[in-house]
């Protein structure tokens, strides 16, 4: 009940807390101690109900439907944890959380001066309890008696739990989400600034209060996505780490519109414009976080993704879009109400080539990005199909071109003056360098002319942002985060260019100890050895080891499939081996058992049944279990001989033969049986199903081999055991990671400049 | 240069990108059909539908591509042959989309979704069996 208790007070308190501040707001400045301690009240209700909640998963109490769902006994503590935002349930409520934790941090900051406090926090207070109301529709505090009503008898605890999907059972998948959370939270707060400012009506210092909440959510966000990239790439094995699924896709699009809102609101801060562009751009940010979320959860993508959707339900649909409807309609009322005064600050710049245009431009062409992802991702809600993932690659491959040109000339550009001679001038160097490194990459085999360019794009920020990163870390270091973060960029469009389009897939069939060549290396299949994981002990897991040679250096590979309980189905995990300039890639597809008799030889029986074979007449008369007991318990151990018996009749005679099977630790060994006088036929028991026998179907397979015809392998093994991989050489993938590493790090230098100058 | 021609400039640009974004995206479409309607388009669709257990399914290591029949929500059968491997969850699927174009009378399967809403949604017999 503690639970439940304290997601209703969280609810009550966070809306007496939008009252007071909205009091506060018209003047009655005695409510904003009230305002604070009723925020207080509810941010500590959620951060309770939270820490009751990790209780609950920590001490195993199963009487909680949520509890029992997602996690079981054998999880580790690392895994325990992530069973909190494994499920849908858990997932709101960790959104809940950061998003309480955050804005006690944003409440305080506000108070710091005047930051429009009460303007800022009624607002964020709205969103902290429609988060909360979510959580009392879908609450991870349910019992299973309540939740399978007269199913489950009142007070019944299970003993144990159903565990968790082993997708998620991974080092990445334990800080991913929390970091996508953190990200998506924080995206509440440039809304609740611009709602705030809207309140106010004063546009011109919430930029800089703002600024360094957008770095902070553009840095998480970031840092959160590609996260998701190398658990994709990493253990997912999809070969890549994008492929353009919804939900990465969901992500990406708030994340490119934050970055846009970063620009433009910079752009503001130099020359005062902008205004109404900055206020929209922050409002679309979060209602697009908001729709990504409906998008991912609602269940209208089951079909076009590899995430797995549950419906939630119709209370957690309708709630969402009601909450996505409340906040446009809250901005459109907003600003139609401050339209007189929003309609005063007309743009005054007239020169066209200035870097506050070149930044509007840019931040114009990440929102087209946004737009085309948006339109290909909400698809299948309008019609009946999707869209190929194709579509995504070709759009925003000139757009990314676009990105990288404009972002190495806006830096050559002066604010509100343009210089041309000057501009020219400072483009000279980069351009020649990037026109040389490109004409290098040509050479070496980048002869797509759009990746060329690519490429050449890419260079020429590269150089730019250099450049000037190297003169500012000798006089202004404060201010470099912008051109680190640059740098990154153009390192990961290099990256992208590299590994997108220049990897080399093959897919191979490696027969046990059999070597082959691929990409100049030897790889063998040494077969297949069982390891334990601390976190699963469920399931039995295999690595499939696979010997590398190259100039007489070895290395062994290991992809793991296994069995998978939880999902009923086969688990595969990719191995990689790292090297400076490329990685070598391989995922397994799947092994192909040994077949110890060729298909047409086999044939089932139902009991009593007669075929015609070859020349001969067989009947399949009935198991022989000599003195075992059907189904006792040297069946169970995997340790035991049976035979059957088969009538069979050729040409002359009719005779009973008995055929025999027999088990050592459930691998079996078949014994060859012959007619008397007849040396054309063996014939082997190969397979029984008792339960086949009893619902009337098949009960037993027989092999029966012609001798006289010729066979291709030694006795009558047909096929090796093989392991089918796909391999591929990933060029220069590195050069992404660490593009990706260095853009998130500029985000957060950033954030210290940005502190810096509102302090 | 005044502000009018950046405004006629600027349209012109997101005019362009809008007719081509429309064009591509018309050409990425990727329909939810059947077999039967398949068989007559030239562009990559999607079917949903069934797999056929007691028909031959296997795979072939020297093409490395996988096959099996279907059957879809019309009940047309057809031979769907894969590039590559068997999928995660084949068999325990409860329905598999198939991404791909028809060609010789076979579906030529780039991609194969397996459908398994079941096995992440909890179900009361689960709790019951503890309970005996």
């Given at each position: 009940?503690?639970?439940?208790?304290?997601?209703?007070?969280?609810?009550?308190?966070?809306?007496?807390?939008?009252?007071?501040?909205?009091?506060?707001?018209?003047?009655?400045?005695?409510?904003?101690?009230?305002?604070?301690?009723?925020?207080?009240a509810?941010?500590?209700?959620?951060?309770?109900?939270?820490?009751?909640?990790?209780?609950?998963?920590?001490?195993?109490?199963?009487?909680?439907t949520?509890?029992?769902?997602?996690?079981?006994?054998?999880?580790?503590?690392?895994?325990?944890?992530?069973t909190?935002?494994?499920g849908?349930e858990?997932?709101?409520?960790?959104?809940?959380?950061?998003?309480?934790?955050?804005?006690?941090?944003?409440?305080?900051?506000?108070?710091?001066?005047?930051?429009?406090?009460?303007?800022?926090?009624?607002?964020?207070?709205?969103?902290?309890?429609?988060?909360?109301?979510?959580?009392i529709?879908?609450?991870?505090?349910?019992y299973?008696?309540?939740?399978?009503?007269?199913?489950?008898?009142?007070?019944?605890?299970?003993?144990?739990?159903?565990?968790?999907?082993p997708?998620?059972?991974?080092?990445?998948?334990?800080?991913?989400?929390?970091?996508?959370?953190?990200?998506?939270s924080?995206?509440?707060?440039?809304?609740?600034?611009?709602?705030?400012?809207l309140?106010?009506?004063?546009?011109?210092?919430?930029?800089?209060?703002?600024?360094?909440?957008?770095?902070?959510?553009?840095?998480?966000?970031g840092?959160?996505?590609?996260?998701?990239?190398?658990?994709?790439?990493?253990?997912?094995?999809?070969?890549?780490?994008w492929?353009?699924?919804?939900?990465?896709?969901?992500?990406?699009?708030?994340?490119?519109?934050?970055?846009?809102?970063?620009?433009?609101m910079?752009?503001?801060?130099?020359t005062?414009?902008?205004i109404?562009?900055?206020?929209?751009?922050?409002?679309?940010?979060?209602?697009?976080v908001?729709?990504?979320?409906?998008l991912?959860?609602?269940?209208?993508?089951?079909?076009?993704?590899?995430?797995?959707?549950?419906?939630?339900?119709?209370?957690?649909?309708?709630?969402?879009?009601?909450?996505?409807?409340?906040?446009?309609?809250i901005?459109?009322?907003?600003?139609?109400?401050?339209?007189k005064?929003l309609?005063?600050?007309?743009?005054?710049?007239?020169?066209?080539?200035?870097?506050?245009n070149a930044?509007?431009?840019?931040?114009?062409?990440?929102c087209?990005?946004?737009?085309?992802?948006?339109?290909?991702?909400?698809?299948p809600?309008?019609?009946?199909?999707?869209?190929d993932?194709?579509?995504?690659?070709?759009?925003?491959?000139?757009?990314?071109?676009?990105?990288?040109?404009?972002?190495?000339?806006?830096?050559?550009?002066?604010?509100?003056?343009?210089?041309?001679?000057k501009?020219?001038?400072g483009?000279?160097?980069?351009?020649?360098?990037?026109?040389?490194?490109?004409i290098?990459?040509?050479l070496?085999?980048?002869?797509?002319f759009?990746?060329?360019?690519?490429?050449?794009?890419?260079?020429?920020?590269?150089?730019?942002?250099?450049?000037i990163?190297?003169?500012?870390?000798?006089?202004?270091?404060?201010?470099?985060?912008?051109?680190?973060?640059?740098?990154?960029?153009?390192?990961?469009?290099?990256?992208?260019?590299?590994?997108?389009?220049?990897?080399?897939?093959?897919?191979?069939?490696?027969?046990?100890?059999?070597?082959?060549?691929?990409?100049?290396?030897?790889?063998?299949?040494?077969?297949?050895?069982?390891?334990?994981?601390?976190?699963?002990?469920?399931?039995?897991?295999?690595?499939?080891?696979?010997?590398?040679?190259?100039?007489?250096?070895?290395?062994?590979?290991?992809?793991?499939m296994?069995?998978?309980?939880?999902?009923?189905?086969?688990?595969?995990?990719?191995?990689?081996?790292?090297?400076a300039?490329?990685?070598?890639?391989?995922?397994?597809?799947?092994?192909?058992?040994?077949?110890?008799?060729?298909?047409?030889?086999l044939?089932?029986?139902?009991?009593?049944?007669?075929?015609?074979?070859?020349?001969?007449?067989?009947?399949?008369?009935?198991?022989?279990?000599?003195?075992?007991?059907?189904g006792?318990?040297e069946?169970?151990?995997?340790?035991f001989?049976?035979?059957?018996?088969?009538?069979?009749?050729?040409?002359?005679?009719?005779?009973?033969?008995?055929?025999?099977?027999?088990?050592?630790?459930?691998?079996?060994?078949?014994?060859?049986?012959?007619?008397?006088?007849?040396?054309n036929?063996?014939?082997?028991?190969?397979?029984?199903?008792?339960?086949?026998e009893?619902?009337?179907?098949?009960?037993?397979?027989?092999?029966?081999?012609?001798?006289?015809?010729?066979?291709?392998?030694?006795?009558?093994?047909?096929?090796?055991?093989?392991?089918?991989?796909?391999?591929?050489?990933?060029?220069?993938i590195?050069?992404?990671?660490?593009?990706?590493?260095?853009?998130?790090?500029?985000?957060?230098?950033?954030?210290?400049?940005?502190?810096?100058?509102i302090? | 240069?005044?502000?009018?021609?950046?405004?006629?400039?600027?349209?012109?640009?997101?005019?362009?990108?809008?007719?081509?974004?429309?064009?591509?995206?018309?050409?990425?479409?990727?329909?939810?059909?059947?077999?039967?309607?398949?068989?007559?388009?030239l562009?990559?669709?999607?079917?949903?539908?069934?797999?056929?257990?007691?028909?031959?399914?296997?795979?072939?290591?020297?093409?490395?591509?996988?096959?099996?029949?279907?059957?879809?929500?019309?009940?047309?059968?057809?031979?769907?042959?894969?590039?590559?491997?068997?999928?995660?969850?084949?068999?325990?699927?409860e329905?598999v989309?198939?991404?791909?174009k028809?060609?010789?009378?076979c579906?030529?399967?780039?991609?194969?979704?397996?459908?398994?809403?079941?096995?992440?949604?909890a179900?009361?017999?689960?709790?019951?069996?503890?309970?005996?």
């Open positions: 009940m503690l639970g439940k208790f304290l997601i209703y007070i969280a609810f009550a308190v966070s809306v007496l807390s939008i009252i007071s501040f909205l009091l506060v707001h018209f003047k009655q400045e005695k409510y904003l101690k009230f305002g604070r301690i009723f925020y207080y509810g941010a500590f209700s959620v951060i309770g109900a939270s820490a009751f909640m990790l209780y609950n998963i920590l001490s195993h109490q199963f009487q909680y949520y509890v029992w769902e997602q996690s079981n006994r054998e999880l580790g503590l690392p895994l325990l944890i992530s909190f935002y494994a849908q858990g997932s709101f409520m960790l959104w809940t959380f950061m998003t309480a934790v955050i804005g006690i941090f944003l409440m305080r900051y506000l108070g710091k001066g005047d930051r429009l406090e009460p303007q800022v926090m009624s607002v964020y207070s709205l969103v902290l309890a429609f988060l909360a109301f979510i959580l529709l879908k609450s991870p505090f349910n299973v008696w309540d939740s399978f009503p007269g199913e489950v008898e009142y007070g019944f605890i299970p003993p144990d739990g159903r565990g968790l999907n997708l998620l059972q991974n080092f990445w998948m334990s800080i991913h989400p929390p970091t996508l959370f953190v990200g998506f924080s995206m509440a707060v440039p809304f609740c600034f611009a709602i705030g400012t309140m106010k009506n004063r546009y011109k210092d919430w930029i800089g209060f703002a600024m360094p909440w957008l770095l902070f959510s553009g840095g998480i966000l840092l959160g996505i590609m996260m998701g990239g190398y658990w994709a790439y990493g253990v997912l094995g999809w070969g890549g780490y492929a353009w699924d919804p939900v990465e896709n969901s992500s990406f699009i708030p994340w490119l519109i934050i970055v846009a809102a970063i620009h433009t910079v752009a503001q801060k130099r005062g414009g902008y109404k562009t900055n206020l929209i751009l922050c409002i679309i940010a979060y209602l697009l908001l729709y990504s979320t409906f991912t959860r609602s269940g209208v993508l089951g079909d076009s993704s590899v995430h797995s959707f549950v419906d939630p339900g119709q209370e957690v649909y309708l709630s969402l879009i009601v909450f996505i409807s409340l906040f446009i309609l901005a459109i009322f907003a600003f139609v109400f401050r339209i005064t309609k005063k600050y007309a743009p005054e710049n007239k020169k066209l080539l200035t870097r506050e930044l509007f431009v840019g931040s114009l062409t990440l087209a990005a946004a737009v085309i992802i948006l339109a290909g991702t909400s698809w809600i309008i019609a009946k199909g999707s869209i993932a194709e579509f995504y690659n070709r759009m925003n491959l000139p757009v990314a071109i676009l990105i990288a040109f404009i972002n190495g000339i806006s830096l050559l550009l002066k604010w509100k003056t343009s210089s041309d001679e501009f020219i001038q483009l000279f160097f980069p351009l020649i360098l990037a026109v040389i490194v490109t290098g990459l040509v070496v085999g980048v002869q797509d759009l990746f060329a360019l690519f490429a050449l794009a890419a260079l020429f920020a590269f150089f730019v942002n250099i450049e990163a190297v003169r500012l870390f000798k006089k202004q270091r404060d201010n470099i985060g912008a051109y680190i973060a640059h740098v990154g960029l153009a390192l990961v469009f290099l990256g992208i260019i590299a590994s997108a389009k220049y990897s080399k897939e093959e897919n191979l069939t490696l027969e046990l100890n059999k070597p082959v060549n691929a990409f100049g290396y030897t790889m063998t299949y040494v077969g297949a050895s069982p390891f334990e994981d601390a976190n699963n002990k469920t399931d039995t897991k295999y690595h499939f080891n696979i010997l590398l040679e190259k100039d007489g250096k070895e290395m062994v590979l290991q992809p793991v296994y069995y998978s309980a939880f999902s009923q189905g086969v688990m595969k995990n990719p191995d990689i081996a790292n090297f300039t490329k990685d070598l890639y391989i995922s397994p597809m799947g092994l192909v058992e040994p077949e110890t008799f060729a298909q047409e030889d044939h089932e029986f139902k009991k009593g049944e007669v075929k015609q074979v070859g020349d001969l007449s067989v009947e399949f008369v009935d198991f022989d279990f000599g003195n075992m007991q059907k006792g318990e069946i169970q151990s995997g340790n001989e049976m035979g059957a018996i088969l009538k069979v009749k050729d040409s002359k005679f009719t005779e009973n033969i008995l055929t025999k099977i027999k088990y050592t630790d459930g691998n079996p060994e078949y014994y060859e049986a012959k007619m008397t006088g007849n040396d036929y063996s014939f082997y028991f190969t397979k029984m199903a008792i339960k086949g009893e619902e009337g179907g098949p009960a037993g397979t027989f092999a029966i081999v012609d001798n006289r015809v010729k066979k291709e392998h030694d006795e009558h093994q047909v096929t090796e055991e093989a392991l089918v991989i796909t391999a591929s050489i990933k060029p220069f590195n050069i992404l990671w660490a593009g990706t590493i260095i853009l998130v790090a500029g985000f957060f230098i950033s954030i210290i400049r940005r502190r810096k100058e302090l | 240069m005044n502000g009018k021609a950046k405004y006629i400039i600027g349209g012109i640009i997101i005019l362009a990108f809008l007719v081509v974004g429309f064009m591509s995206f018309m050409d990425s479409k990727i329909e939810y059909v059947d077999f039967a309607e398949a068989q007559n388009r562009k990559t669709v999607e079917v949903k539908g069934y797999w056929l257990k007691d028909k031959e399914t296997k795979f072939d290591g020297n093409t490395n591509t996988f096959s099996f029949y279907m059957r879809d929500d019309h009940n047309n059968e057809m031979k769907v042959i894969f590039d590559g491997a068997k999928p995660n969850n084949f068999e325990v699927a329905a989309v198939v991404k791909g028809v060609k010789d009378g579906f030529m399967a780039k991609d194969i979704l397996t459908k398994c809403p079941s096995k992440y949604e179900h009361p017999d689960e709790i019951k069996k503890s309970q005996l």
